[in-house]
């Protein structure tokens, strides 16, 4: 938590770093430097390396604390940008000596600030966009509709922050029960399981009908294959034809489900 505000407020002052500057002066080039390079490697690596148990559920997780830093530097930049940008009219007149430097740097001021938070928001939303799960295709389409809704956006954007923050613990625990049952082989059967897909439909090595289900049953143990019979076929047929397969030799002709 306390990282997560460290790193926001962050961004917030690289956001605002030209009217910081404007505000209280240059500053020496070295520490600009080491600004733009804090927040490269923060899009780059928002999280430890190894707080995640999988690639997966480490980008998922990194993706929702980008949002989360987005947030919270969005909202002091909102705030800054608008307290600066009264301060530097008000002390103008139109058609003063210096007015249009001063608007030009507003101008300038602004558009920095929305592109560097741009580049924090749309690392995350592309991280959370293609590892999550749970999000499913209704919330990734109304994510992007709701975008271009001023106040629904952040209602919309907690939202989601709150269904990847569960996504990750879910899929953590998942994950480390998984490997604490690994070795007994929960699912190992006496006989390999043998799954037959429903009609107009064919089981491929990398195309399957049960998604991540002969993956899970195979990593705890089970032997499964795929039946690959006819997908359109009458059942009487069908059945018939793994029957036949299955009596052949007292042999298993169809292919082993792919170890994944």
């Not at 952040?154 to 690994?182: G, H, N, P, Q």
Request: proline share 3%; aromatic share 14%; charged share 20%.
């Amino acid at each position: 938590m306390i990282r997560r505000w460290v790193l926001a407020l962050l961004v917030a002052v690289i956001t605002n770093w030209f009217f910081l500057c404007d505000a209280f002066g240059p500053v020496s080039w070295l520490f600009n430097l080491v600004l733009l390079g804090e927040f490269l490697y923060l899009n780059l690596r928002p999280i430890e390396k190894g707080s995640a148990p999988t690639k997966r559920i480490w980008y998922l997780k990194s993706g929702g604390e980008l949002l989360r830093i987005f947030l919270i530097s969005a909202t002091i930049t909102v705030f800054a940008q608008g307290a600066w940008l009264w301060h530097l009219l008000a002390r103008l007149t139109p058609g003063e000596s210096g007015y249009g430097t001063a608007v030009a740097s507003g101008i300038f001021s602004v558009l920095w600030a929305v592109a560097a938070e741009a580049i924090l928001f749309w690392n995350g939303m592309l991280r959370v966009y293609v590892t999550s799960v749970q999000l499913g295709l209704k919330h990734r389409i109304l994510g992007a509709l709701c975008g271009w809704i001023p106040g629904v956006n952040l209602w919309y954007l907690t939202k989601m922050i709150r269904i990847v923050s569960d996504e990750v613990e879910f899929e953590t625990e998942k994950w480390e029960l998984d490997e604490a049952r690994a070795e007994s082989e929960v699912c190992k059967t006496r006989y390999p399981i043998l799954m037959v897909h429903g009609v107009f439909f064919r089981d491929y090595r990398y195309i399957n009908y049960w998604g991540r289900i002969p993956r899970e049953l195979q990593r705890n143990g089970a032997t499964v294959y795929y039946g690959e019979q006819q997908s359109a076929a009458a059942v009487e047929d069908s059945g018939r034809e793994l029957a036949e397969r299955i009596r052949a030799s007292g042999k298993l002709w169809w292919k082993p489900a792919a170890r994944r």
